[in-house]
């Protein structure tokens, strides 16, 4: 096969990758802005629970990051794919959860055409900053292990801003343990892959 029907196979799973995922994130992004409130005297249903779990974990930081990541180490052939193919993603993401928030939408929110630009400009602007730089993290990933220590900073930080309060109720208990157990093996990870370069350099 030659390097032209590689390439094109290979933008063809990323585009593939891309609307899958993105519309999967677009939709629990949307599902997430309207969970049930589960706080004291609430009466939410399992299927809830776990909807609403699955919702504000696809729909948080880290999870945006990570996948940005994914893109960058699989697609990437250097630096500027990567950083190329996360910010395509993250667009596409961004634009499903658009589109499915506003079909999702029972009321209508009147906005001018400035707020409207606004929105537009801060939310595309933040999805594809952290989209190239997840996109570039995921290429660097394949140079040195060291960039994944970045995954707990990240993930310890979303705890911190999570606050104490966010342990008063199942669903947060959940996405806190959740994150503390990505923390352990984001390390693990790393451990492996400082090992594994450490041995190809030696073997080299």
């Known amino acids: 096969m030659s390097d032209k029907q590689n390439n094109a196979k290979r933008w063809k799973s990323f585009i593939l990758f891309s609307v899958v995922v993105g519309l999967i994130v677009g939709f629990f992004s949307v599902v997430s802005d309207h969970s049930p409130y589960f706080g004291e005297g609430s009466n939410v249903s399992a299927t809830e629970t776990i909807m609403s779990y699955l919702a504000s974990m696809i729909n948080s930081l880290p999870i945006w990051f990570i996948i940005a990541m994914i893109v960058g ?41 400035k707020e409207i630009i606004t929105v537009f400009i801060t939310w595309y602007g933040a999805s594809i900053i952290g989209g190239c730089i997840g996109g570039a993290a995921g290429f660097l990933v394949k140079k040195t292990p060291y960039v994944l220590l970045v995954l707990p900073l990240g993930l310890t930080l979303q705890l ?31 451990v492996s892959k400082r090992k594994y370069h450490s041995t190809y350099d030696v073997q080299k």
């Open 160 to 190: 911190y801003l999570h606050g104490l309060r966010s342990w008063s109720n199942v669903v947060g208990i959940a996405q806190n343990l959740t994150f503390c157990m990505m923390i352990v093996v984001s390390l693990l990870l790393f």
């Open 73 to 113: 180490y699989l697609y990437g052939r250097n630096l500027k794919e990567g950083i190329l193919f996360g910010a395509i993603y993250t667009t596409i993401a961004i634009t499903f959860y658009f589109i499915l928030g506003s079909i999702y939408e029972k009321t209508t929110i009147a906005l001018s055409s």
